[in-house]
C-alpha cells in the first residue's frame, strides 16, 4: 500500500542510496541534488529545490547527496561539478543540468517529468463536486485558479462549480472572461447551463417582489422577503444588498433576526469568498 504521506525530502549515503535513487524512482521522479560545503551555488540551488519540493507535497523525491561525504556515490553518477541536479525515472536518469539554474528554469524541467501542482486540487474539487458538494469545489478551485494563472481548463471547471453552487452571477463573471479563442464546446454547453439557471432561478414570487419593491423601495420587509428570494436564486449579492440596505436602516431589525440571515448568508457562501469577506467588511463598518 502506497504511503498516503510520501517524504519529500532525504539525505542520501551509501546505506539508503539503492532505495531512494533507484527502487522510489520506479514509484515517482526523484531529483538528486549533488552539492558539497564550500559550493556557493550550492547554497543557492538548494533552498529552491526544498522549496518546490515542498510545493509539489511528495509528487517527487528530492534526495540530497553531499559529495565530499559521498564520493563514491557521486562516481557512480558521474558527477564532474557542483551543483549537479538529475532527475531519476524507473531507475535511469532522464533529465538534469549543472550550474545554479533560475527558478522558472527549474520549474520548466520538472513540468516535464511531473503532474501540474494543480491536479491534485482539480482532481479533489471534481470528486466534490460529483459528490455534490459545490461550495466546497467553489473554496478549492477559486485558489487554484489565481495559481494557475486562470488556466482554461480550471477556469471552467469553476464555471461548473459556481452554477452548481447557484453562485450564477460570479459563474457569468469568468464566462465574459474567456477570450473568443478559448471559447470551446464546453464554454458553450456550460453558457446554456447559465442561462437555463438563470431562467429556473426566476419564479414568479421574486418577479413579483420586484414589481413591488419598485413601487414601494423602502419596504423594509418586503425587502427581507426578496433577500430570501435572491438567496434562493443564487443572486447573492442581490440578497446581502437587501439585507444591508434594512440594516442602515434598523441595525436590530425583527429584533436582530435580519442581522442573523446577513450572517448565515455570508457563511453559507464559504470561507474564503471574496463576496463574502466584501459583506463581513461592510457589516463590521456598520457595527463599529
Given at each position: 500500500?502506497?504511503?498516503?504521506?510520501?517524504?519529500?525530502?532525504?539525505?542520501?549515503?551509501?546505506?539508503?542510496?539503492?532505495?531512494?535513487?533507484?527502487?522510489?524512482?520506479?514509484?515517482?521522479?526523484?531529483?538528486?541534488?549533488?552539492?558539497?560545503?564550500?559550493?556557493?551555488?550550492?547554497?543557492?540551488?538548494?533552498?529552491?529545490?526544498?522549496?518546490l519540493?515542498?510545493?509539489?507535497?511528495?509528487?517527487?523525491?528530492?534526495?540530497?547527496v553531499?559529495?565530499?561525504?559521498?564520493?563514491?556515490?557521486?562516481?557512480?553518477?558521474?558527477?564532474?561539478?557542483?551543483?549537479?541536479?538529475?532527475?531519476?525515472?524507473?531507475?535511469?536518469?532522464?533529465?538534469?543540468?549543472?550550474?545554479?539554474q533560475?527558478?522558472?528554469?527549474?520549474r520548466?524541467?520538472?513540468?516535464?517529468?511531473?503532474?501540474?501542482?494543480?491536479?491534485?486540487?482539480?482532481?479533489?474539487?471534481?470528486?466534490?463536486?460529483?459528490?455534490?458538494?459545490?461550495?466546497?469545489?467553489?473554496?478549492?478551485?477559486?485558489?487554484?485558479?489565481?495559481?494557475?494563472?486562470?488556466?482554461?481548463?480550471?477556469?471552467?471547471?469553476?464555471?461548473?462549480?459556481?452554477?452548481?453552487?447557484?453562485?450564477?452571477?460570479?459563474?457569468?463573471?469568468?464566462?465574459?472572461?474567456?477570450?473568443?479563442?478559448?471559447?470551446?464546446?464546453?464554454?458553450?454547453?456550460?453558457?446554456?447551463?447559465l442561462?437555463?439557471?438563470?431562467?429556473?432561478?426566476?419564479?414568479?414570487?421574486?418577479?413579483?417582489?420586484?414589481?413591488?419593491?419598485?413601487?414601494?423601495?423602502?419596504?423594509?420587509?418586503?425587502?427581507?422577503?426578496?433577500?430570501?428570494?435572491?438567496?434562493?436564486?443564487?443572486?447573492?449579492r442581490?440578497?446581502?444588498?437587501?439585507?444591508?440596505?434594512?440594516?442602515?436602516?434598523?441595525?436590530?431589525?425583527?429584533?436582530?433576526?435580519?442581522?442573523?440571515?446577513?450572517?448565515?448568508?455570508?457563511?453559507?457562501?464559504?470561507?474564503?469568498?471574496?463576496?463574502?469577506?466584501?459583506?463581513?467588511?461592510?457589516?463590521?463598518?456598520?457595527?463599529?
Amino acid at each position: 500500500m502506497m504511503d498516503p504521506t510520501p517524504e519529500v525530502i532525504v539525505n542520501i549515503d551509501e546505506s539508503n542510496a539503492a532505495q531512494y535513487l533507484i527502487e522510489e524512482s520506479m514509484q515517482r521522479p526523484v531529483v538528486i541534488d549533488f552539492w558539497a560545503d564550500w559550493c556557493e551555488p550550492c547554497k543557492v540551488l538548494m533552498p529552491l529545490l526544498e522549496k518546490l519540493a515542498t510545493e509539489y507535497a511528495g509528487a517527487f523525491l528530492l534526495a540530497k547527496v553531499n559529495a565530499d561525504d559521498q564520493q563514491m556515490i557521486a562516481q557512480q553518477f558521474g558527477v564532474r561539478s557542483l551543483p549537479t541536479v538529475m532527475v531519476m525515472r524507473d531507475g535511469q536518469p532522464v533529465d538534469g543540468f549543472a550550474g545554479a539554474q533560475s527558478e522558472q528554469a527549474v520549474r520548466e524541467m520538472l513540468e516535464k517529468h511531473l503532474p501540474s501542482p494543480y491536479e491534485a486540487a482539480l482532481v479533489e474539487a471534481t470528486t466534490m463536486l460529483e459528490a455534490g458538494d459545490a461550495a466546497g469545489a467553489v473554496s478549492i478551485l477559486r485558489g487554484v485558479y489565481e495559481d494557475s494563472g486562470r488556466r482554461h481548463d480550471i477556469a471552467m471547471t469553476l464555471v461548473h462549480a459556481l452554477i452548481e453552487a447557484r453562485r450564477l452571477d460570479d459563474a457569468q463573471v469568468l464566462l465574459d472572461a474567456v477570450p473568443m479563442v478559448d471559447q470551446d464546446p464546453l464554454y458553450d454547453q456550460l453558457l446554456a447551463q447559465l442561462t437555463l439557471a438563470r431562467e429556473a432561478s426566476r419564479s414568479p414570487e421574486l418577479v413579483a417582489l420586484e414589481e413591488q419593491i419598485a413601487a414601494d423601495p423602502e419596504n423594509l420587509d418586503l425587502l427581507e422577503q426578496i433577500a430570501v428570494q435572491y438567496s434562493a436564486a443564487g443572486q447573492f449579492r442581490e440578497a446581502l444588498e437587501s439585507l444591508m440596505f434594512i440594516l442602515r436602516k434598523d441595525l436590530d431589525h425583527k429584533d436582530g433576526a435580519t442581522k442573523k440571515a446577513l450572517l448565515d448568508t455570508i457563511a453559507s457562501l464559504g470561507k474564503g469568498d471574496p463576496l463574502a469577506a466584501e459583506y463581513q467588511r461592510k457589516l463590521f463598518s456598520l457595527l463599529y
